[in-house]
Nanobody, 119 residues
């Protein structure tokens, strides 16, 4: 299982850290991807962190978003800085054996957490 937490209302320019708590498997064995879906839009890949800790990001989010993990606690984090209204979306975490940007490649998904960026 995967569960994403931490979505709240935040002002533009603010920061927020989301958490994805996993159970039933270890982060040593899987890639975890973050995705988001804005109202009326397709779900898009944000970035991923591999079993070995290597991170990958959507180009438009590099420099603002950072993914990290704590294998011992089975938690993956998404740190988001300089948030914009366009970042408003439901954010999801998902599992895959290898890191890919294709959402269809991920087999288990957590419930999403809503991030709203607004003044």
């Amino acid at each position: 299982q995967l569960q994403a937490f931490g979505g709240v209302l935040v002002q533009p320019g603010g920061s927020l850290r989301l958490s994805c708590v996993v159970s039933g498997f270890t982060l040593d064995d899987y890639c975890i991807g973050w995705f988001r879906q804005a109202p009326g839009k397709e779900r898009e890949w944000v970035g991923s962190i591999g079993a070995e800790g290597v991170t990958y990001y959507r180009s438009s989010m590099m420099g603002r978003f950072t993914i990290s993990k704590n294998n011992a606690d089975n938690i993956v984090y998404l740190q988001m800085n300089s948030l914009k209204p366009d970042d408003t979306a439901v954010y999801y975490c998902a599992r895959n054996e290898q890191c890919r940007s294709d959402r269809m490649a991920y087999d288990y998904w957590g419930q999403g957490t809503l991030v709203t960026v607004s003044s």
